[in-house]
């Protein structure tokens, strides 16, 4: 099993920043894809950043590249999202998900993932 536990959302106003992170404990290999997503309300769940974790190879949505950035630290079994130049549409909840793979993400489609933290949320004024 894994369990991922998110931290780090708040309220920003645009042009800001926030950093969030993902606690992660369990099996190492049922983590070998890790993500975040985002769903707001009426809106279908969107993947915006992949992390291969043994490559490093990441993956962003058009929607936050060069913005957002993803990355590890594992050392400390902690994913993070690096969020930039926020806009009041960036404003959602934000989950963290892993996978065993060993697809991690699909240009133009989507990949299951198997386990998902509680989510937290990220609310841009305008």
């Known amino acids: 099993q894994v369990q991922l536990v998110e931290s780090g959302g708040g309220s920003v106003q645009a042009g800001g920043s926030l950093r969030l992170s993902c606690a992660a404990s369990?099996?190492?290999?049922?983590?070998?894809?890790m993500a975040w997503f985002r769903q707001a309300p009426g809106k279908e769940r969107e993947g915006v950043a992949f992390?291969?974790?043994?490559?490093?190879?990441?993956y962003y949505a058009d929607s936050v590249k060069g913005r957002f950035t993803i990355s590890q630290d594992n050392a400390k079994n902690t994913l993070y999202l690096q969020m930039n130049s926020l806009k009041p549409e960036d404003t959602s909840m934000y989950y963290c998900?892993?996978?065993?793979?060993?697809?991690?993400?699909?240009?133009?489609?989507?990949?299951?993932?198997?386990?998902w933290g509680q989510g937290t949320q990220v609310t841009v004024s305008s």
């Open positions: 369990g099996n190492t290999y049922r983590r070998y894809c």
């Open positions: 992390i291969a974790t043994v490559s490093g190879n990441t």
């Open positions: 998900a892993a996978d065993s793979g060993p697809l991690c993400w699909r240009k133009g489609g989507t990949v299951p993932y198997n386990y």
